[in-house]
């Protein structure tokens, strides 16, 4: 039961028209290349607090300065009344015109034994460290931590429909082709809706664990106010809630012959098919209980399908041996392809995966369906963690379209 209240949101003070030359997406689906671009884009893009360009000391040095003068200059500056905000993205996916529609919000930060909130991956040290040292310098969230929540009554649609019959306050265009229209909820009946709509629910991390990790410590270190932290909070039953698939470019393994064979070998239903966009296609339409596409660079692919019972002798909870993710590195990538989980390669979009393929960059890629939500939320009130790269939320939401600031605070004293 995620206790949400309204907060003064600390917005960039440049018309709409300048809104797609000063956001970023968040901090790590932003590669070294789409880095310097947007450095070079504008000065005061916000990429420049969420991912600088110095390493160490001299970043977190420079994240800090850079934030408190753009306060100062008021480039950022606070809205005049604390309120809820309703973003509506709008995005073609598969040649269909899609819209997902969130609240953004404080909310308190929770321990999973609490079941407020549920998460279902690990964090990593390394990152974590990375975002709690922007939090310390900065005192404030850039990124919402990205929330579904169960509204089978559709009482969410309720609440958002009126408020978006409005002028947004914020409207822009992101280097995806993203349309985001951001509206105001200061009336205080839509604010109590929401808050007793979100406080009768669990909610689900979908994208964000690392900054849930951080504003966890933030609230060890600093004391209960410090347990506020910016959300987006989305319905699973929205129809704009969409989950793309990582993809595994292997840099070691078979042949597709010799792929196909092992396959084969072990009882999967294997479908040779003519290339990478073909086997892709196939394996998002599979309804078989594991599926996976497999494709070489000098052309040729196939299909491989498996039922439930080949996961069986898996060590493992029932809601992580239903994962396609889980299936493929436990029974498959070792034990039949040979391959060490160092020689694999992410990527989160087919046309990745098929440039490397045209350049030869891989051994074999491997297409993956994207995770169905009931499977996330099953592995979540697991208190499991799914494998690296299983979900891929789109589209992601944009880091300084609000920003989030947290009360300074000393260090709370220690018994």
Known sequence: MPAIRPFAAVRYAVPDGELGRVLAPPYDVIPPAYQREL?????RNVVRLVLNDKAGEAGYREVAETYARW????????????????????????????????LLARFRAEDPATRAVLPHEHTRP???????????????????????FPDAGRRFQ????PAAAGPPLATYTDDAGVAHRLWRLADSGTVAGAAELLGGVTAYI?????RYACALRYREE??????????????LEDGGLCVLPYHRLLAAGPSLPAARGALVAKGFRVAEVEDAKAAAARVARSSAAYAFGLAAPQGGALVAEAGAEQAR??????????????FFHEAVLGPLLGVAAEAVRYVHSFEEAEKDLAAGACR????????????????????????????????????????????????????
């Open 126 to 148: 390394g990152p974590r460290e990375d975002r709690y040292r922007v939090l310390l310098a900065t005192r404030a969230n850039f990124s919402p931590i990205f929330l579904m």
């Open 71 to 102: 306060r100062a200059e008021g480039l950022l500056a606070s809205d005049p009344e604390p309120a809820l905000y309703l973003l509506e993205q709008e995005f073609a996916l598969a040649g269909e015109r899609r819209r997902r529609r969130g």
């Open 313 to 326: 002798e898996l060590a493992g909870a029932d809601s992580l041996r239903a994962l396609d993710t889980f």
């Open 206 to 210: 979908a994208d964000g664990h690392h």
């Open 39 to 43: 450095y070079a884009r504008d000065p």
């Open 222 to 235: 600093f004391g209960p106010e410090g347990a506020w932290t910016l959300g987006y909070f989305t319905p």
């Open 158 to 161: 309720a609440l958002a429909g």
């Open 364 to 415: 074999l890629a491997v297409l993956m369906r994207g995770t169905p939500l009931a499977q996330i939320v099953a592995v979540a009130e697991a208190g499991e963690s799914m494998p690296a790269k299983s979900t891929f939320f789109h589209p992601k939401l944009p880091s300084g379209l609000l920003i989030h600031e947290l009360p300074p605070g000393r260090r709370a004293a220690r018994a």
